[in-house]
């Protein structure tokens, strides 16, 4: 009976200790919910902000785009012995002697084509006129339902700025804006290749040194790689568009290969500006409508069979951001920052998307069951499995 263990005694010893786990465990699912919040205020304010601090924060994140861009070309620049300031300086001297280059291909026959848009638009505005002379019955069937219904047509003109009056004002921000980016992204340039050279010296922190180097690295691959394709896709579009006007007789097919080249980077609203432009020229320039609508149809097609084959095929093993993540990102970035935000959507996506993949996702269901809120990432993991 002495040696029997007292229930009395050791029961002191648990309940502390269930309690601590309890205590622990609630103070942890607390903070999850605290930064749970905080993540979804932020998403939802921060719309609001960066679009009324556009001037702000668009070339910070323009010029952290350029830069992952721009990385590998830097880092070939700075083994053949570059120094750090000079790399960057030459990548970003390439990069605008070639964007320099395709807008001068691009923009002087544009500049000679618009001397042509008033006389387009009066040929385009008489067959419009002859189809809707065609159409007359339209127009007499709703004057009747019109008159029927008591109401009289009204016409309102609101006075409104000309285009040459809104450019003017929009000039000096806009070459402010771009000369911000530029020197931005050449500090961005430069201070990554020192951050680089200081970790790989640094034997201190080899563990840090390496996981940073990892996210840099396959954030910087995923981006430019993404990229790099689609610019290859372009141009390649871009020469088949460019011989299309070739044999189509239109002018300049130089410059509608470089503006196919540049619209196509601009999901869905690329596309419709390029048709629009070939509708124009096409019905101003032809003999009759059917032969005018031939080029915007040719164009319709090749894009159709670009979009829904060709890019898929190319990118489907390189680029594994869901397909609805990539329809959020475009509307969300282009409701805040318009076209500049829709051409940075999916470069900001995969951004995101390679920085939670090696520091870990937030695991927001398994929160709601019980689980921890992040979970680490799939390289991270990786890494301390092996």
Known sequence: MADMPDPDLEAPAVLPRAHDEWTGDTRARLQSAIVLLLMAGLFLALPFVLSIGSVVFLPPVTALVMTIILAPLADRLSRIGLPGMLAALMALLIMTGVIVAALGLILQPAFAMVDQVPDMLQVVSRRFAELRGNL??????????????????????????????????????????????????????????????RLARDGHSANASVRIARVMRDVQDRVAGYLLTVALINLGVGVIVAGGAYAFGLSAPIMWGGLAFVFNFLPYLGPLAMMALLALVGLGTASSVAVGIVPM???????????????????????????????????????????????????????????????????VIGFLLGEPLFRPGTTTAAARSG
């Open 136 to 197: 007359a019955w339209i127009n007499d069937f709703n004057r009747q339902l019109a008159r029927l219904m008591g109401h009289s047509p009204r016409e309102v003109v609101l006075a409104s700025p000309s285009v040459i009056e809104q450019v003017a004002f929009a000039t000096p921000s806009v070459v402010l804006e771009v000369l911000v980016t530029l020197l931005m992204t050449f500090f961005m340039i430069d201070t990554r290749l020192r951050v680089q050279r």
């Open 297 to 363: 149809l040719a164009f319709l097609g090749l894009h159709a069979i670009e979009a829904n084959f060709v890019t898929p095929a190319i990118l489907g093993a390189r680029l594994t951001v869901s397909p609805v993540s990539i329809l959020l990102a475009i509307s969300y970035f282009s409701w805040i920052w318009g076209v500049p935000g829709a051409l940075l959507s999916v470069p900001i996506l995969l951004i995101l998307e390679a920085m939670l993949d090696n520091l870990g996702r937030p695991n």
